[in-house]
């Protein structure tokens, strides 16, 4: 069963607007919430973090939001950028225990 | 500084032979070690997940098995591979539970 999903597979954004990815998750014992970013044939990068007891996470054009009652986290690019255009993954974790969900591929338009 | 090495990169094998897939990781210790499954359109699917040697954490049951012989390796195998086994496997690294992720640069099997 899928504990981590992302319901939009894909996603399609101008240059410079923002871009917004959404995660959607069932475990409430996730305690650690993570975006990666994806390119063929490569292993994820790491983007971004965020601990359950916070609702917000900044760091440049990268913002993660938070919201455990609804189970929801969200990934919000501001600007986005061309180089943006890859396949991104949330990820949650609790102990030892890492998954991720299906991913959406963000393309930016010049 | 640390990194991981998984190989081989790409990797086309008959249905019913073995599998071997290596991932190694320097510059730290006593990591957590993870297996990750890609299909062809899909998400990345956790397989197996160890905390130290000779312990190994099944997700999902299948064909595959998974081994820790020393702390810093991590190996995926099978005995007999199916055509469903395709896909781009990933193994990962992380110390602790509330941190990053590392992730090799995966090994694309293709069963035929």
């Known amino acids: 069963d899928q504990q981590v999903k992302q319901n939009s597979p894909s996603l399609s954004v101008q240059e410079g607007r923002i871009s917004i990815l959404n995660c959607d998750y069932t475990n409430s014992m996730f305690d650690y919430f993570l975006w990666y970013k994806k390119y063929p044939a490569e292993g994820p990068t790491f983007l971004i973090s965020?601990?359950?007891?916070?609702d917000k996470n900044e760091d440049g054009r990268f913002t993660v939001f938070l919201n455990k009652s609804a189970k929801h986290l969200s990934l919000h690019i501001v600007p986005s950028q061309p180089g943006d255009s890859a396949v991104y993954f949330c990820?949650?974790?609790?102990?030892?225990?890492?998954?991720f969900g299906t991913g959406t591929s963000l393309t930016v338009i010049p | 500084s640390q990194t991981i090495h998984q190989w081989p990169a790409t990797l086309v094998q008959p249905v019913g032979s073995p599998l071997s897939l290596e991932c190694t990781v320097e510059?730290?210790?006593?990591?957590?070690l993870y297996w990750y499954r890609q299909a062809a359109g899909r998400g990345l699917q956790l397989l197996f997940y160890s905390v130290g040697i000779g312990q190994i954490s099944s997700e999902v049951p299948q064909n595959l098995s998974a081994s820790r012989p020393q702390d810093r390796q991590f190996i995926l195998s099978s005995k007999k591979l199916l055509l469903s086994d395709s896909g781009f496997y990933l193994c990962?690294?992380?110390?602790?539970?509330?941190?990053?992720?590392?992730f090799g640069q995966g090994t694309r099997l293709t069963v035929v």
């Open positions: 965020i601990s359950s007891i916070k």
């Open positions: 990820a949650a974790s609790v102990s030892n225990q890492f998954y």
């Open positions: 510059g730290t210790s006593n990591p957590n």
């Open positions: 990962a690294w992380r110390i602790g539970t509330d941190t990053e992720a590392f």
